[in-house]
Nanobody
């Protein structure tokens, strides 16, 4: 049984920081890719960052490049998203997702497993 549980969301002022975490369990892969997505009200879900479990490359969307950092703690099966210099337009529900590396880090269909989401509000 696969579980992805996000934590760390909340409310923050413009320019502030938040650290999201996603604890994964039961993944049926020895090698996998973890991604962070977000969805604001009335908007499509947007891929933000992804990282491979082999400690390889991280990929970022232009909207968050230089402000967000994704990291993977393989020992604890946890993927983190450090978010700095937050803006009101970062307000959204944030989701982590897990799948195999497909070469399309922000394609939602590449991720069979999703967390329940954690809300981030920037004002």
């Amino acid at each position: 049984h696969v579980q992805l549980v996000e934590s760390g969301g909340g409310s923050v002022q413009t320019g502030g920081s938040l650290r999201l975490s996603c604890a994964a369990s039961g993944l049926p892969y020895s090698q996998y890719c973890m991604g962070w997505f977000r969805q604001a009200p009335g908007k499509e879900r947007e891929g933000l960052a992804s990282i491979d479990s082999d400690g390889g490359s991280a990929t970022y969307a232009d909207s968050v490049k230089g402000r967000f950092t994704i990291s993977l703690d393989n020992a604890n099966n946890t993927v983190n998203l450090m978010m700095n210099s937050l803006k009101p337009e970062d307000t959204a529900m944030y989701y982590c997702a897990a799948g195999t590396s497909t070469g399309f880090p922000f394609r939602e269909s590449a991720y069979p497993y999703w967390g329940q989401g954690t809300q981030v509000t920037v004002s």
